[in-house]
C-alpha cells in the first residue's frame, strides 16, 4: 500500500487516536513497521482458560499488581474433566515467592495430569526452568517478563537483583521450551526505563516466536495506583523501534489501561507494527475494515499458536 491509499490509512489512524496526534505522526510509525502484514489478528481468548498455581496468593507483591489480577483465577485443584474438556488451551500463572519464581514445580504432577495433547501457556516468573524440564515433551510455551534497568527489579518487583539475572534466565528457558518475551512499556510507574535495553537484548540474539508488548495500568489499591501510563504515542514509538530491529511478529497484550488511553494508543500500536491486538478497541478494527484490511480472529491466549485463525466476521 503506497501514495495516497498510505497517507488516507495515515490519516484515519490518527483520527481514531486524537489528542493532537497527526497524521505525519502516523505515517511515520506506518513506514518503520513496512515488514510486518498489513493485517490485523484480534485476539479475543475465549478459548484459554487461565488458572493459578497459587489461588490469589503472591508472596511477592510487585508494586504494580500485589496480586491484583490472581483475584478470581480458578486453581488446578477446581479443575474438573468437564471444564479441561471446554478449554482448547490453559494458561498457568500464579503468585511469585518472594525469589520472584512462580512455584510451578510444586504442581508438577498435576500439570502433567492434564491431557498431553493440551497447549499450555505457562507464566513461570523469574527461573531457569530446570524443574520444569519434565514438561519438555508438553506442548508448552512459556510466557517470560524481561526487565531491562536494576532499578525497575528493585522498585516494581521488589527485587535486589540485577536486570541481567533476567536475561540469563530468559536464555536458560529458551533452551527447554519456545519463549514468548513480554516487555512492558512503562512498567516502573508510567517511566520509560529500561525497555530500550531489553531491545537491544533481543536484537543481539535469534529472534523469538514473538514479541509482546504491555502497558503499565495503575491499578487501585497499589503502590502505584497513582501514576499515570505513558504517552500514547510515546509507547508506540517503542513498539515501532522493535518493528525495525527484531525479526519476529510484535503482539499487543491484554495488560493496558482500558477506556480512553486504549482508544487512542491501539491504532497507534497497530500503525507500528503489532498486528495481533487482544481485544483492540472496536474503532480500529471498524477502520481497517474500511480500508479493505483483513482483520482475522484468533481465541488462544496471544502467546499460544492459533489452531485456527478465521476472518472476523464483526
Known amino acids: 500500500m503506497t501514495g495516497g491509499r498510505e497517507g488516507s490509512l495515515a490519516t484515519l489512524l490518527a483520527g481514531l487516536s486524537g489528542g493532537g496526534t497527526t497524521t ?46 490472581l483475584r478470581g483465577m480458578k486453581t488446578l485443584a477446581d479443575l474438573g474433566p468437564a471444564a479441561v474438556t471446554a478449554a482448547s488451551s490453559l494458561l498457568i500463572s500464579g503468585g511469585s515467592l518472594s525469589s520472584g519464581e512462580v512455584p510451578l514445580a510444586d504442581h508438577l504432577d498435576a500439570i502433567l495430569a492434564l491431557p498431553p495433547d493440551l497447549p499450555l501457556n505457562l ?16 506442548k508448552v510455551t512459556v510466557s517470560f517478563d524481561l526487565v531491562g534497568d536494576d532499578a525497575t527489579a528493585r522498585e516494581v518487583f521488589r527485587l535486589d537483583r540485577p536486570a541481567a539475572d533476567w536475561w540469563r534466565a530468559y536464555e536458560a ?3 527447554l521450551f519456545p519463549v514468548i518475551p513480554h516487555l512492558t ?8 526505563s529500561g525497555e530500550r535495553a531489553v531491545l537491544r537484548f533481543l536484537a543481539d540474539r535469534p529472534p523469538p516466536p514473538a514479541l509482546t508488548f504491555l502497558v503499565f495500568r ?30 519476529c511478529p510484535l503482539h499487543l497484550g491484554c495488560m493496558r489501561p482500558a477506556g480512553d488511553w486504549r482508544r487512542r494508543f491501539d491504532p497507534l500500536a497497530w500503525a507500528a507494527g503489532a498486528r495481533t491486538i487482544v481485544m483492540p478497541d472496536r474503532r480500529l478494527v471498524a477502520a481497517l475494515r474500511q480500508t479493505g484490511l483483513p482483520v482475522r480472529d484468533h481465541r488462544e491466549c496471544c502467546s499460544l499458536p492459533a489452531r485456527e485463525v478465521t476472518d472476523a466476521a464483526s
Open 123 to 138: 507464566h513461570v516468573g523469574l527461573q531457569d526452568g530446570d524443574r520444569l524440564a519434565a514438561l519438555r515433551g508438553r
Open 24 to 69: 505525519g505522526a502516523v505515517a511515520n510509525l506506518l513506514e518503520r513497521a513496512t515488514r510486518h502484514p498489513r493485517e490485523l489478528v484480534r485476539a479475543v481468548p475465549t478459548a484459554t482458560l487461565a488458572v493459578s498455581v497459587t489461588g490469589p496468593v503472591c508472596h511477592q507483591r510487585c508494586t504494580h499488581c500485589e496480586g491484583h489480577y
Open 185 to 192: 512499556i512503562g512498567l516502573r510507574g508510567g517511566i520509560l
Open 218 to 247: 495503575p491499578t487501585p489499591h497499589t503502590p502505584l495506583a497513582d501514576r499515570l501510563p505513558p504517552a500514547p504515542l510515546a509507547a508506540a514509538e517503542l513498539i515501532a523501534e522493535a518493528a525495525g530491529r527484531l525479526d
Open 173 to 175: 528457558l529458551q533452551r
